[in-house]
């Protein structure tokens, strides 16, 4: 029985490898620092689902758990992941902030194995639609068009 390994994770014009903290657009590597990189693999790995702030805290700064330097990184983090993407957090189509709570990785994602295949990991599900609407994110456009 041969072991499937994660190669990478493929979302929209994106790539992004795991073990070699590498992200690609368009086949061609990007520069994203080490740490907004780490964050973006953290939250893709649970795509469709929120992730909470301390959770990913804990991920990079262990010794920030807890604290408002903590969140004000996490912050600063998101918000440079954010430029990346050209998002608009006011109508993400990657990032959405769930108040209070933590951070949804909105779009499908697909994990490429070592196999050659590729498996839905996760993305655009009915409970990422309620996650936005218990944090009060009313008027949200509709991304399944």
Do not use: C
């Not at 050209?86 to 194995?113: C, K, Q």
């Amino acid at each position: 029985m041969s072991v499937r390994r994660l190669r990478s994770y493929l979302f929209g014009d994106y790539r992004v490898d795991p073990g070699s903290q590498t992200v690609y657009r368009n086949g061609r590597q990007v520069n994203l620092n080490p740490i907004r990189t780490t964050v973006l693999i953290a939250l893709i790995e649970r795509a469709g689902q929120v992730v909470p702030k301390e959770e990913i805290i804990g991920r990079i700064w262990p010794d920030q758990t807890g604290s408002s330097k903590g969140d004000s990184n996490l912050t600063q983090q998101i918000f440079y992941l954010r430029r990346f993407f050209h998002d608009n957090p006011s109508s993400p189509s990657y990032i959405l902030t769930i108040p209070g709570t933590g951070y949804l990785f909105y779009p499908a994602v697909r994990a490429l194995l070592s196999d050659g295949r590729e498996v839905e990991v996760g993305g655009p599900a009915p409970h990422a639609e309620a996650a936005g609407e218990e944090a009060g994110a009313e008027g949200r456009r509709d991304r399944r068009r």
